[in-house]
């Protein structure tokens, strides 16, 4: 009796941590604790589930210590060496290995409910299945997110003709199949089991297959989401507390970047995943199509001797790596006594809040990142707003022009700033492919090049001063 | 109707757990600033790592000449650790990094 006690007060100690971790988690100073916090709390539930005493358990601890021990190392490793551009990445592998988990816990019990091994009420059966499609398609749709990601795989690669309609059709067929193997009862067997498996599989790669990279921030938000509700759905068939709470915070936390995503996007979820960018036929920007230039040592006096300047980082700078040289600048500038802020777009970078973590890792401390309402307030007053491989997110026709594709997605309005300098590599449209008037803006000055090659003799022009 | 009223009945304190989980959820975590998604979405993504607990439930009741089971088992176990620990430590070596002015 007094083992059952303090195994059950592990249990809601381990839900207390993840949701005080959770909570220390929104605020900088705080959270790393917070992390650690939830962490322990991991520790306890996990502790908790392997001294349990359960009737008629025959325990095999080698297999269970030893996968855990194999899968900790490899997850360590991983987490040691992964770069910081690369975090979307290794956050969409881990979703994917969650939902795959989920799966084969999922089949396991199907199977012994197949062979006669053991017996379900039909709420059970009913969430082992949701458990198992809910983690196929986190699965196979994180392991494409993964490889889209990495630029192992573009996208008209996997896109076919008629690709939305054939998603819709394969969901309808991949819902009723789980109805009917749910109707089937104890009868259905494994293989219809592993049937509803495989379609689940293909489902959840070919939903992700359509959706254009400058969309990856809410896919990785909404897979994250279905990893948590996989877990929450395998801890109904454990009848774990501890496993429900933790899959349906997770499953909130995705679910609430899901919508800030698409709200800083300006769309809709289903637009996201059934629309994706038309080819963006607007009216061309007005008035006079002449982009100025700016000579570097003109730009360099123009940052040197600003009171305030806003730094308006894109995924540009992360692709070019050019974080650190940034930081240098904004050190010779901060050195002078300019005001130096960075003006961050809630979709800049490929998951949410990526930028903010790239510049934190080239030591930029974060009170000095602005969000999208603080940098519109700063870029009102400030002197210099300078672009590094940004477009869309500054592009004013989302303000102004009722025919362009991003019209009412809220934008970064460094127009208002007194002068712009744009660092870019050639006059091409970024990434949705859509053309931007900033550019021939009258207080807008283009500086050409690679983003780390022209920051760094920023730098030394402004050394030299 | 019949088993989803019996479910609803049987499995009612896991269903008033589950409702309170998502307003609570919505509550802590709609306070984040933008600074933190990504941290938050890595140290979450470590908290569903809680599949592990299942799948260590599964190998102890397993019996111990079923090799199908304890290896798909064994295969859960590992997938849900790898999860957990590299969650939580990428998390962390992230958090490392956000510093106040020096």
Not at chain 1, 267 to 287: K, W
Not at chain 2, 64 to 77: I, P, Q, R, V
């Amino acid at each position: 009796m007094a083992i059952a006690f303090w195994i059950n007060l592990a249990f809601l100690l381990a839900v207390v941590f993840f949701v005080w971790g959770l909570r220390l988690l929104s605020s900088p100073d705080t959270a790393r604790k917070g992390n650690i916090l939830a962490a322990a709390g991991m520790g306890l539930a996990i502790l908790a589930t392997l001294t349990m005493p359960m009737e008629g358990a025959s325990n095999n601890y080698a297999w269970i210590l030893g996968g855990m021990a194999v899968g900790g190392a490899i997850g360590w490793v991983a987490s040691r060496k992964v770069a910081m551009t690369a975090m979307p990445q290794m956050v969409s592998i881990f979703n994917g290995l969650g939902g795959a988990t989920a799966v084969v816990l999922a089949m396991v019990e199907l199977m012994n409910l197949y062979n006669g091994d053991s017996h379900m009420e039909g709420g059970q059966l009913a969430i082992s299945l949701a458990a198992l499609v809910i983690g196929a398609v986190t699965f196979t749709g994180s392991m494409l997110a993964y490889l889209k990601l990495d630029g192992k795989v573009k996208d008209k690669h996997v896109t076919l003709p008629y690709h939305q309609a054939l998603n819709i059709l394969m969901l309808i067929a991949t819902l009723a199949l789980t109805v009917w193997v749910y109707l089937q009862g104890s009868g259905a067997g494994t293989n219809l089991a592993l049937g509803l498996m495989v379609l689940s599989l293909v489902y959840g790669f070919s939903f992700v297959a359509p959706i254009g990279g400058a969309d990856m921030p809410v896919v990785i938000s909404l897979l994250n989401s279905f990893s948590g509700l996989s877990a929450a759905a395998a801890g109904f068939i454990y009848g774990s507390q501890v496993m429900i709470v933790g899959g349906i915070l997770v499953g909130a936390a995705g679910t609430i970047l899901t919508v800030l995503m698409c709200e800083a996007m300006n769309r809709s979820l289903l637009n996201v995943l059934i629309g994706g960018f038309g080819g963006g036929g607007s009216a061309a920007a007005q008035g006079d199509q002449t982009v100025r230039e700016v000579s570097l040592t003109d730009a360099a006096i123009m940052l040197y001797y600003a009171q305030s300047v806003v730094f308006v980082p894109g995924y540009g700078l992360a692709v070019a790596q050019a974080q650190k040289v940034l930081k240098e600048v904004d050190d010779l500038l901060s050195a002078n006594g300019v005001d130096v802020k960075y003006g961050i777009h809630p979709v800049a970078g490929r998951m949410p809040g990526h930028m903010n973590v790239l510049l934190a890792e080239a030591d930029v401390p974060y009170p000095k990142l602005l969000d999208l309402d603080e940098a519109n307030e700063a870029l009102k007053s400030a002197d210099v707003a300078v672009i590094v491989g940004a477009n869309d997110v500054v592009n004013p026709s989302a303000e102004t022009d009722p025919g362009s594709p991003i019209y009412g997605m809220p934008v970064l309005r460094v127009w208002e700033a007194k002068n712009v300098i744009v660092l870019k590599r050639s006059m091409n449209p970024g990434y949705a492919g859509i053309q931007n008037p900033l550019f021939f803006m009258d207080n807008t000055r283009m500086l050409f090049g690679d983003a780390k090659k022209t920051l760094t003799e920023l730098a030394t022009e402004l050394k030299n001063m | 109707m019949d088993t989803v009223y019996q479910f609803f009945l049987e499995n009612l304190t896991e269903i008033y757990l589950l409702v309170f989980t998502v307003i609570l959820g919505f509550e802590v975590i709609s306070k984040v600033p933008t600074v933190l998604h990504t941290p938050l979405m890595s140290g979450a993504n470590a908290i569903s790592g809680v599949v592990v607990i299942g799948a260590i439930i599964l190998l102890r009741l397993t019996p111990s000449d079923n090799y199908l089971m304890l290896g798909l088992g064994f295969l859960a176990a590992l997938l849900g650790m790898v999860n957990v620990v590299g969650g939580f430590a990428v998390t962390d070596r992230m958090l490392e990094m956000f510093k106040k002015r020096k």
